[in-house]
């Protein structure tokens, strides 16, 4: 059974920085891309940034650019969100997402995703 | 970036309706379209990609339709369990961006 468990998230204050994790369980970890996407309260989805199978691809939106970095471990099943510079606007719930191409390899979905840690910006 | 944008943000219906939702993408996106289900309290769940293929595991009664830029989910037979809010994305970018989602809400 595929598992992504998500930690890391708390409150902290505007401007100072906070690590995310997810632990992969239940499937080849390097044989996808994952992605963060978050949430914030009462308010629809929004993707924050992507990885590929072996960082080689990585983005990010633009609210996020230049103060989060994405980064995985292959070894250890771990995937990771740095997020420095902190802002109010940042406080929401964040979800790694398995990232999986269809049979064809050219359809990009998110069909496996995790609970969410809850990180709250706020002095 | 693509910006998606969802019609209506929120309806009304009833259980055995017929419900259609609209995405419309910015730009042409051919048809790298994925639609999500969401319940409170819970993580997405993906229904539909690629325009219009279900999802391994999906009842029927959803279905997606589209191309280019504008694109359909239809729900058949609302069940109760459908109650929900539902997102589209687009997959066309690596900047995977979402609809602002539709609340579908019991009448």
């Known amino acids: 059974e595929v598992q992504l468990v998500e930690s890391g998230g708390g409150l902290v204050q505007p401007g100072r920085s906070l690590r995310l994790s997810c632990a992969a369980s239940g499937f080849t970890f390097d044989d996808y891309g994952m992605d963060w996407v978050r949430q914030a309260p009462g308010k629809g989805l929004e993707w924050v940034s992507g990885?590929?199978?072996?960082?080689?691809?990585?983005d990010y939106a633009d609210s996020v650019k230049g103060r989060f970095t994405i980064s995985r471990d292959n070894a250890k099943n771990f995937l990771y969100l740095e997020m420095n510079s902190l802002r109010a606007e940042d406080t929401a719930l964040y979800y790694c997402?398995?990232?999986?191409?269809?049979?064809?390899?050219?359809?990009?979905?998110?069909?496996?995703w995790g609970q969410g840690t809850l990180v709250i910006v706020s002095s | 970036d693509i910006q998606m944008t969802q019609s209506p943000s929120s309806l009304s219906a009833s259980v055995g309706d017929r419900v259609t939702i609209t995405c419309r993408a910015s730009?042409?996106?051919?048809?790298?379209l994925n639609w999500y289900q969401q319940k409170p309290g819970k993580a997405p769940k993906l229904l539909i990609y690629a325009a219009s293929s279900l999802q391994s595991g999906v009842p029927s009664r959803f279905s997606g339709s589209g191309s280019g830029t504008d694109f359909t989910l239809t729900i058949n037979t609302l069940q109760p369990e459908d109650f929900a809010t539902y997102y589209c994305q687009q997959s066309y970018r690596t900047r995977r961006t979402f609809g602002q989602g539709t609340k579908l809400e019991i009448k």
């Open positions: 990885i590929s199978w072996n960082s080689g691809n990585i």
């Open positions: 730009q042409t996106i051919s048809t790298y």
């Open positions: 997402a398995r990232g999986s191409f269809d049979s064809s390899g050219f359809y990009y979905t998110f069909d496996s």
